[in-house]
């Protein structure tokens, strides 16, 4: 559903004012690489917090905690 939208405003676009879109299709994959190095830092991160996570909550699993259902919000 995304990617019609997006097919669909890049139309819209298009009949509106064709360099633009034409430009902006161009360059997408560009942009998409200089992100790429950001999103593999925000996978990382976050599995440094999981693994950090789990070496914290070590102790307290041994011991027999167990993580409960969460309390619905009343």
């Known amino acids: 559903m995304k990617a019609l ?3 669909l405003v ?3 676009l298009f009949v509106l004012c064709w360099p633009l879109a034409l430009l902006a299709l161009v360059l997408w ?5 200089i992100a790429l190095p950001f999103r ?3 996978i990382t991160f976050s599995a440094l917090f999981a693994f950090l996570q ?4 070590l ?3 041994l011991l027999g ?4 259902p969460r309390a619905a919000a009343a």
């Open 40 to 42: 593999l830092v925000g």
């Open 59 to 61: 102790p307290a699993r």
């Open 5 to 7: 939208l997006a097919l």
């Open 29 to 33: 994959p560009l942009v998409w690489l």
């Open 65 to 68: 905690w167990r993580p409960g």
């Open 54 to 57: 789990a070496v914290l909550f």
């Open 10 to 12: 890049w139309c819209v």
